[in-house]
């Protein structure tokens, strides 16, 4: 069982159309990533959030949008994707950005018609 | 431009005998290291971590070892048991070269251990 909780496991999008991913940790964590993974390839980093605070921002297009509303949640807006954004969108989280490892969740499938 | 390698796809390997997977990094300035494992449609799993102050590491089954100076790394399953099998990502972070939290992953390693 995983402690990171992504919903929804699977999206189907236009490419007009506005989603969002979301991302939920209880551990206490106070970072939060986005990763994404193509087929057959690592995972990938896209944004960090450091106490609810972007840290990091891997130069990911706007049409991503990532959010921290609070320490346990992170969301990914999603708006206007293109066919090549399809893939696997993992969202992890760590105690802090130390030495301390980042638990993954179970990824949200995404396909962009 | 791989700065973490994973060279071999695949590994097979008998019940109950010992499995090594092999890590090579390029960039010296990498200071966490960890080995996750992933089944089909999940998320990686974390296994084990090390740091580069330490050369082993060891939890149950699983030790990683760490050779800084050949900028090497390797995970020894011992046994390996049928449930191991899976693909394992090796992945390394530079915590104090200004990349907080950018984990770079292999492309991993399938492990399949045969009854």
């Known amino acids: 069982d995983t402690e990171v909780t992504q919903t929804p496991k699977h999206l189907v999008m236009g490419m007009t159309n506005k989603k969002s991913l979301k991302c939920e940790q209880h551990m206490g964590h106070r970072a939060m990533y986005w990763y994404k993974q193509k087929a057959k390839k690592p995972p990938e980093l896209m944004f960090v959030?450091?106490?609810?605070?972007?840290?990091i921002n891997e130069s990911v297009p706007s049409r991503f949008s990532p959010e921290c509303p609070n320490s346990s949640l992170l969301n990914l807006h999603l708006h206007a994707l293109q066919p090549e954004d399809s893939a696997l969108y993992l969202c992890?989280?760590?105690?802090?950005?130390?030495?301390?490892?980042?638990?993954f969740g179970d990824g949200t499938r995404l396909s962009i018609l | 431009d791989q700065q973490v390698k994973q060279n071999s796809p695949s590994l097979s390997v008998q019940e109950g005998r010992i499995s090594i997977l092999n890590c090579d990094y390029t960039n010296s300035m990498f200071d966490y290291f960890l080995w996750y494992k992933k089944y089909p449609a999940e998320g990686p799993t974390f296994l084990i971590s090390?740091?580069?102050?330490?050369d082993k590491n060891e939890d149950g089954r699983f030790t990683v070892f760490l050779n800084k100076s050949a900028k090497h790394l390797s995970l020894h399953i011992v046994p390996s048991q049928p449930g191991d099998s899976a693909v394992y990502f090796c992945a390394a972070s530079a915590l104090y070269g200004g990349s907080q939290g950018n984990l770079i992953f292999g492309k991993g390693t399938k492990l399949s251990v045969k009854p």
């Open positions: 992890a989280s760590s105690q802090d950005g130390g030495y301390q490892p980042q638990h």
């Open positions: 959030y450091s106490y609810e605070k972007l840290s």
């Open positions: 090390i740091s580069s102050i330490k």
